[in-house]
Each structure stands twice: as structure tokens, then as C-alpha cells.
């Protein structure tokens, strides 16, 4: 049986001409997309060049993540990955701190 992935992709390496809906678009031939979000910086409103995908299943999620990582989409090489869950976050940020202190 395939291992379980979450529904959410994280998406990074794009362009900084990408838009939220065009980011949604790209990722739209492969199901049911709940939120397509680029994270922009706080003071300028830019993109950074990362965003998120949620899929309403995760088969459509499997599906964009072996169709586009490694792709080159308007002229950049974008890598595509199962987002960590913030409990996954928190766990790698206290490992390193733990390594830092040792």
C-alpha cells in the first residue's frame, strides 16, 4: 500500500512574477485545489519565492507532486514537496537547538 501524504504541498523556487492565481492554475490540471498561497514578505507584499497547495485528496496531491518537482515553470527550476505539519516544524526546530547547545 502507498505511504499516506498529506494534502498540502509546499512549493518553492518560483519566480517572483508568480501570483497566487497563477499558482493555482498551474497546479489546477491535477484536482480540486482548497487554497493555493504564496507567502509574501510582511513589509513590501512581494512574493518570496514559496507558497502552498492544499488539495481537497491527497491522490491529487501525489499526483502534482511527481508531475512538477523538477519542472521548470516560467523559466525557473521549482522544487515540489509534502508540506510539514507545524507540530513537524516545531520538532526540527527544537532537534537544532539541541545540537546547537551540544
Known amino acids: 500500500m502507498a505511504k499516506r501524504i498529506s494534502a498540502q504541498l509546499f512549493v518553492s523556487r518560483l519566480s517572483a512574477y508568480t501570483t497566487d492565481q497563477s499558482l493555482r492554475q498551474l497546479f489546477s490540471p491535477f484536482g480540486q485545489i482548497k487554497e493555493a498561497r504564496l507567502i509574501r514578505d510582511s513589509e513590501t507584499q512581494r512574493p518570496?519565492?514559496?507558497?502552498?497547495?492544499?488539495?481537497?485528496?491527497?491522490?491529487?496531491?501525489?499526483?502534482?507532486?511527481?508531475?512538477?518537482?523538477?519542472?521548470?515553470?516560467?523559466?525557473?527550476?521549482?522544487?515540489?514537496?509534502?508540506?510539514?505539519?507545524?507540530?513537524?516544524?516545531?520538532?526540527?526546530?527544537?532537534?537544532?537547538?539541541?545540537?546547537?547547545?551540544?
Open 48 to 102: 518570496k519565492g514559496f507558497g502552498f497547495i492544499t488539495f481537497e485528496s491527497e491522490d491529487d496531491a501525489r499526483k502534482a507532486l511527481k508531475s512538477l518537482d523538477g519542472k521548470i515553470v516560467e523559466g525557473r527550476l521549482i522544487f515540489v514537496e509534502v508540506a510539514k505539519s507545524s507540530e513537524e516544524v516545531t520538532t526540527d526546530i527544537n532537534s537544532k537547538k539541541a545540537e546547537d547547545r551540544g
